[in-house]
Nanobody, 125 residues
Framework: VQLQASGGGLVQAGGSLRLSCAASGRTFGSYKMGWFRQAPGKEREFVAALRWSGGSPYYADYADSVKGRFTISRDSVKNTVYLQMDSLKPEDTAVYYC????????????????WGQGTLVTVSS
């Protein structure tokens, strides 16, 4: 599986951005795709994930720091996952990484076996 992330940029506090992660190659019935971020000098942290298994409804999982502001969604035809980021704060500034895995659960880095390149999001105050 190859992942291609895009959509980062510079935005003022309170603004919005939408990140995209396009997956190519072999995919599976049970899967999860998500986003992590890494701010300067900090460890990479979980942001959000979308989980699905066969025909079951998607399950969205969010870090507490972004809950209510960020929305993760999926276009199954395009095999793309989006992260809509609203009400952005300066502390959201980070490199955002797209990740995926065949397993359904987990939000640790080790729970994701496939990673895309990062896309930089900068939120100015």
């Amino acid at each position: 599986v190859q992942l291609q992330a895009s959509g980062g940029g510079l935005v003022q506090a309170g603004g919005s951005l939408r990140l995209s992660c396009a997956a190519s190659g072999r995919t599976f019935g049970s899967y999860k795709m998500g986003w992590f971020r890494q701010a300067p000098g900090k460890e990479r942290e979980f942001v959000a994930a979308l989980r699905w298994s066969g025909g079951s409804p998607y399950y969205a999982d969010y870090a507490d720091s972004v809950k209510g502001r960020f929305t993760i969604s999926r276009d199954s035809v395009k095999n793309t996952v989006y992260l809509q980021m609203d009400s952005l704060k300066p502390e959201d500034t980070a490199v955002y990484y797209c990740a995926a895995d065949r397993s359904y659960s987990g939000r640790f880095l080790s729970d994701f076996g496939y990673w895309g390149q990062g896309t930089l999001v900068t939120v100015s105050s």
